[in-house]
């Protein structure tokens, strides 16, 4: 059974940093891609950022290219989401999200099989 859990939300002021953690387990396709979504109240939930299995690829929505870096560990069991230079407007649940294939762009949340429970990062201006 695949499990997805996040951790490293939290409250920041604007400017600060966060580091996301997404532990995944029962997961064992060698071709797969995780992402990172955020959902903030009222709004869609969207595609802030995404990885491919041995870190070949990586693809960022455009409001947080520069300061949001996805990055996987060697073992493949760890996708972190390292967010700099917070802004208010990235207040947000964020949640991890896993498919059994690569990813080739930025994909949409219907087409992710596997999610976390998600984890709530607030940024204060």
């Known amino acids: 059974q695949v499990q997805l859990v996040e951790s490293g939300g939290g409250s920041v002021q604007a400017g600060g940093s966060l580091r996301l953690s997404c532990a995944a387990s029962g997961y064992t396709y060698s071709r797969n891609c995780v992402g990172w979504f955020r959902q903030a109240p009222g709004k869609e939930r969207e595609g802030v950022a995404a990885?491919?299995?041995?870190?070949?690829?990586?693809y960022y929505a455009d409001s947080v290219k520069g300061r949001f870096t996805i990055s996987q560990d060697n073992a493949g069991n760890m996708v972190y989401l390292q967010m700099n230079s917070l802004k208010p407007e990235d207040t947000a649940m964020y949640y991890c999200a896993a498919r059994p294939s690569f990813c080739s762009r930025l994909r949409g949340a219907n087409e992710y099989n596997y999610w976390g429970q998600g984890t709530q990062v607030t940024v204060s201006s």
């Open positions: 990885i491919n299995a041995g870190n070949i690829n990586t």
